[in-house]
């Protein structure tokens, strides 16, 4: 009846990333994580590392991956389909994927991008990936939180109203 909004299109498999990577336009930056429930602190990383470079790669932990990460028993809140649904929606964001793995090392070695981004609560020696992507000259980013928002925080908030 309706189609599929066009959004849904940047969320590409890991096995079908070959084709699109090539497509998307340099300096590549890679970020991942779980993006559970989307904040505010959320959308301005994301916002922020997109800005580094031409393109965004956003991959996603798989739900067993977060469940992996000790987030809690009840952690995702959000299905991996639906996450990566939500985070594709973001202008930011140039194409989605996912990784089952608890680090996304493989996934970086695969794509290799320009640039590795994220949260400022990694330091760039700690950010996986790190020292094969400065091999190849790229640059590694560890982006300062601009709001103090978390996932947990919201949950929490929310576990005590109920």
């Known amino acids: 009846m309706y189609p599929q909004p066009d959004f849904e299109r940047k969320i590409i498999s890991p096995n079908q990333l070959t084709d699109f990577i090539q497509q998307l336009p340099r300096p590549l930056v ?11 602190g959320h959308v301005s990383y994301l916002a922020q590392a997109r800005a580094l470079g ?23 809140i959000n299905s991996l389909e639906n996450r990566a649904a939500v985070c594709a929606a973001l202008q930011s964001i140039d194409l989605v994927t996912w990784f089952d793995e608890d680090t996304p090392f493989n996934l970086i070695e695969f794509i290799q991008p320009d640039i590795l981004a994220k949260g400022g609560d990694w330091q760039p020696e700690n950010i996986v990936g790190a020292k094969e992507t400065l ?5 590694v980013h560890s982006i300062p939180f601009l709001h103090q928002t978390s996932t947990t925080k919201t949950l929490t908030k929310i576990r005590q109203l109920g």
Not at 30 to 40: E, K
């Open 30 to 40: 890679f970020t991942n994580g779980c993006f559970d429930i989307i904040h505010r």
């Open 54 to 76: 031409a393109s965004l790669i956003l991959a996603l932990n798989t739900d067993a991956s977060v469940k992996r990460q000790g987030k809690g028993n009840d952690r995702p």
């Open 135 to 139: 091999a190849r000259g790229g640059q």
